[in-house]
């Protein structure tokens, strides 16, 4: 089987376990109070160290490209209230001119 | 929004109330296909990952770690945290939903961020609310991720279009929302600077793990 595969049916069996975990598996008890303030934090914490890992990542090392200045440009679209598609297509044609002028 | 009682509401409104947000999960799908393809998913695997996982962002997590080439486990983990809130999530909805264990099963599938979301747009959960929108995004989502990936054997190098930046714009947009409050915005930056450091050192995917260790400054003691 290849990695791709695995991966797919690993997070699909986690996911749906997780997804079930309340109707199915919990019943109507809340989660502990502790737990639940970690749980908030986990989609911005993830999702900027995937911003951050996409944009200066490399094959095990640090790679600074044309990647930031369409990262950046993004950003700053983001931040001005543009839709999610939008800011990718800011990011791809920053990246992607820089990349054909260099 | 028409008026529609708490008993009179059906899945057919629920799936009229995602309606507005159908480009979301049309333009995700595509883009996931896409990404799914250069991750060396192929069309198949990427196709069934969003009928089993079914949730955008731990999906771009596990391919864009695999596209870097970093191991299953690592995917695996960060894209499992990602999910971790549908716990909290399915907790909260719990009660709404009846009949035996295998249809609470079935349906809990179609828990989603917008479905989760307007399901509970009366201040108080609605399993058809749930169901309709539920089964819309589900719809388009797995569709478009189908066109996606056929598009993306298509679309040549990922690099030399800039969609590797257009995936981190992605993600930071989706992070957007989140970053209101002063302790997220900590934990945030604590992660960026977690995967900073670690990125030279470690193996692909292994950054995004150790960051979040950042999500206990969220913990109570």
Known sequence: MSSGWLAVILVGAATVSLKAAGPVFLG????????????????????????????VGGEGRLVLDERIPGVAAAALVIWRGAPVAAAMAVAALVTALLRLAG | MQKTSREGATVRAGARAALPLAPGPVLFGLAFGVLGEAAGLGAAAATVMSATTFAGSAQFAAASVLESGGTVLA??????????????????????????????????????DESWALAGRSGRFERPLLLGAG???????????????????AVGDPEALGLDAAFAALFLALARPYLGGRRALVAAAAAGAIVLALLPLAPPGVPLVAAAAACLLGARR
């Open chain 2, 135 to 153: 089964l819309l995004l589900y719809a388009l989502w797995v569709g478009s991720t189908a066109l996606g990936a056929l598009a993306g054997e």
């Open chain 1, 28 to 55: 109507r008890r809340p989660l502990p109070p502790a737990l639940e303030g970690a749980v908030a934090l986990v989609a911005p914490v993830m999702l900027v160290a995937l911003v951050v890992s996409q944009t």
């Open chain 2, 75 to 112: 995917a695996v983990v960060s894209a499992v945290l990602l999910n971790a809130r549908y716990a909290a999530m399915s907790v909260a909805v719990a009660s709404i939903f009846a009949g035996g264990r295998l249809r609470r099963f079935a349906e809990a599938q179609l828990i989603v």
